[in-house]
Every structure is written in structure tokens, then in C-alpha cells.
């Protein structure tokens, strides 16, 4: 038998679902057990490994300790509590985390890295039920999951998941066209996706499902929304988050992109597919949010089939102004100046990035070059 690693200490994952911002966040396992997917540049370059049970349970020991002497700081009065924890600190990522943690509300705990469900059941049960007995404050406990993963997970384990605490799941859907997810290698195809999604609404836990505009490129556009939309109608998630493509250097799809392989689409393409999907969404009651920086869209927020009129509105009065008018506004949202379409009417705001454009040299048939660059400092 191997000798067990020993601990090194509280640990945290690379990355987190932008909703779970003030989530404490516990590694559960490191990297993605997957990583071949050419979207994605994270853990392109580190190995998968499963975190020991006494491990993740001495995380979730440590980080309390720190929470526990925080809070009675706060409650005796303590001004610069920071300062007075700080005595004798012997892990100053569990500390943060606390701080962190504490600041938010001690509301949500988010579980890392890419694929967490794939520890044994009653490893994650067992975590499950320690953070419910450290935290019983929490009102959720979320996880990335892989659909392949959750398809192999029975219903009876799932349930005892949600009962020990986990309700809620992001699952990276992407796509619902079986040609974009084999061009992309998810590694999954849409009836497994279709499945998973509906395991887990069966289990009771709430399921937050990706779609990513743009990622079937020109030729596999319209297939690409109309297939995620029907996947979509067949789940109905509880929510609809959308991640905008991009093309970071790491990502293998980039290469693709340089060389020819890959017809990436530009702002205005990307937008029609956007609409077609939205508007294929039909017989759900999901909330769609476009809560990510790279999405151009930040006006696409709200609760189907009551706000479908009013999430394509926007989309629909952007592909009607005249191309300059369109390239105002991507670059416009794209640098910041801009948070929603009306901004291009106000003057205040509107001068300046034509100024910029101007400057520039920015024009409609550059723009989305110009656009691909901005987007890489967000990714």
C-alpha cells in the first residue's frame, strides 16, 4: 500500500461560478478528471487528483477555527478584528478564506475543483454532513459536475446528497448538438446531458445549466442553438447561464481558430444565434442569466416564459442599428464605458468611445479583431 500524502495545509481551487463570489470555497479534488475539452484553458497542464477524505475534513476543521474566532472578535467589539486574529496565524489561506467567508454572510459554500461528484458517494455524503455540522448558518451547498459523471451517480445517492445538504449543481452543458460537442471533445453527447440534468431535478437539488454562444462557430451556428435550446426544454434548469465564448492563448480551440480549423463568428453572428436560441427556449420556467463579463448582453436577465419578450428585445434593436451603430456598442461594452444597449444613447457615454474609436482606427470591418484582443484581458 502507498504511503498516504501527507497534509500540507488548507487548500483552494483555481476557479468558482461567478454566483458563487462570497462562497467559502472547499477543494474537494484538484483539476478536472476530463480536461480535453478545447474551450477550456484551465488545468491544461496539471494532473487530476482525488483529495483524502481526513484531508478535505482538516480543511473544513481549520477554516472553522478561523470563522469561529472572527466572528467573536467582531461580537466583543474588536475594531481591527484582522489584526487581532492575525496573532499566531498558522495558515494564511484558511485565514483569507475565513475573512472572505465571514464578509459575505456565511451564506454559501461552493465545493472545488471541476468535478467534484466524482469521489465515492459516501466520501461527499461525509463531507456534506461536516459542513453542515460546522456551518449551520449555510443556506447553500453547490458543486461543479460533470454530466458524464452525474449520469453514472444513482438516483438513491444523489438524494442522499441533497438530504445531507448539497442543493445546488452547475453543470457545463455548453452545448445540446452532438457534432459541437464531439468537435469541442466534451466527452459527452446530449441525451447523457439531457439525463444528468433531469437526475438532478429529480433529486431535489438546484441545477444551474451553461449554454456558450458562439462555440459552434459559422458552420455549426444555427444547429448549435437550436440543439442546446431543445436539450434546455427537455431539463428545464432552474437556471440558464449564459458564457459567451472567448479564446484564451491556453485554449486549444485558439490554435484551431489561427490556423483555419475553427470559423469563429463575430459580435453581430454571434448575437443572431443568441436570439434563435432564446427564442427556441419554449414549455420551462428557467431563469436565464447573463451574468459573466464576456457576455455582451448583461440586459438578458429574467424568469421564462414571462420575460422571453422582454430578454430578446435588446437583442433584436441591436441587429436593427446600422453597423457603425453596432460597432459603438460591442466596443462600447467591451472595454466598459457601456453596461447595457440604451447607453448608446447617452451622450455622456456614447462621445467618448467614438472618440476612442476614432483614434483607434476602429471600423466595422476591424472590430471584431479589435474586440478578440479587449476579451483577452478578462478571460
Known amino acids: 500500500m502507498k504511503n498516504k500524502p501527507p497534509y500540507n495545509g488548507f487548500e483552494q481551487g483555481p476557479i468558482r461560478p461567478p454566483s ?15 480536461n ?63 475573512y472572505h467567508f465571514v464578509a459575505g454572510g456565511m451564506k454559501s459554500i461552493f465545493l472545488q475543483d471541476g468535478n467534484s461528484l ?58 445540446g448538438s452532438d457534432r459541437v460537442l464531439k468537435m469541442v471533445k466534451k466527452g459527452v453527447d446530449k441525451t447523457t446531458q439531457v439525463r444528468a440534468g433531469q437526475k438532478v431535478k429529480h433529486a431535489g437539488i438546484e441545477l444551474s445549466e451553461y449554454f456558450m454562444p458562439g462555440l459552434g462557430g459559422a458552420k455549426l451556428s444555427r444547429e448549435h ?18 458564457r459567451s465564448l472567448a479564446l484564451p492563448a491556453a485554449a486549444p480551440l485558439t490554435a484551431h481558430y489561427e490556423s483555419g480549423k475553427f470559423d469563429k463568428m463575430g459580435e453581430v453572428a454571434t448575437t443572431r444565434e443568441l436570439l434563435l436560441f432564446l427564442e427556441s427556449l419554449q ?11 464576456l457576455n455582451l448582453f448583461s440586459e438578458v436577465n429574467g424568469t421564462l416564459p ?42 455622456e457615454l456614447r462621445d467618448p468611445v467614438a472618440q476612442m474609436c476614432d483614434t483607434h482606427g476602429a471600423t466595422e470591418d476591424n472590430m471584431d479583431q479589435i474586440i478578440q484582443s479587449i476579451m483577452q484581458r478578462f478571460i
Open 20 to 34: 458563487e463570489a462570497e462562497s467559502l470555497l472547499i477543494r474537494i479534488t484538484r483539476n478536472c478528471p476530463w
Open 36 to 98: 480535453r475539452c478545447t474551450f477550456c484553458p484551465v488545468y491544461k497542464d496539471e494532473k487530476f487528483s482525488l483529495r483524502l477524505l481526513e484531508h478535505v475534513l482538516e480543511d473544513i476543521n481549520t477554516v472553522k477555527s478561523y470563522v469561529d474566532a472572527i466572528v467573536d472578535a467582531k461580537h466583543s467589539g474588536a475594531r481591527y478584528y484582522g489584526d487581532f486574529i492575525k496573532e499566531g496565524v498558522e495558515d494564511e489561506v484558511a485565514l483569507h478564506a475565513a
Open 118 to 175: 466524482i469521489i465515492k458517494p459516501e466520501e461527499m455524503i461525509t463531507i456534506l454532513r461536516h459542513l453542515q455540522v460546522c456551518f449551520p448558518m449555510v443556506e447553500r451547498i453547490t458543486s461543479y459536475a460533470r454530466s458524464h459523471t452525474i449520469a453514472k451517480i444513482s438516483d438513491e445517492n444523489l438524494e442522499k446528497m441533497a438530504e445531507a445538504g448539497l442543493n445546488r449543481i452547475h453543470i457545463g452543458m455548453e452545448s
Open 225 to 242: 442553438a437550436l440543439e442546446s435550446a431543445d436539450a434546455l426544454n427537455q431539463i428545464n434548469a432552474d437556471f440558464i447561464r449564459l
Open 283 to 293: 414549455g420551462i420556467t428557467s431563469k436565464v442569466r447573463s451574468d459573466h463579463v
Open 306 to 347: 414571462d420575460d422571453q419578450q422582454k430578454m430578446t428585445d435588446p437583442l433584436r434593436q441591436f441587429l436593427q442599428l446600422d453597423t457603425r451603430e453596432q460597432m459603438l456598442f460591442c466596443i462600447g461594452r467591451r472595454t466598459h464605458r457601456f453596461s447595457r444597449l440604451d447607453d448608446l444613447s447617452k451622450p
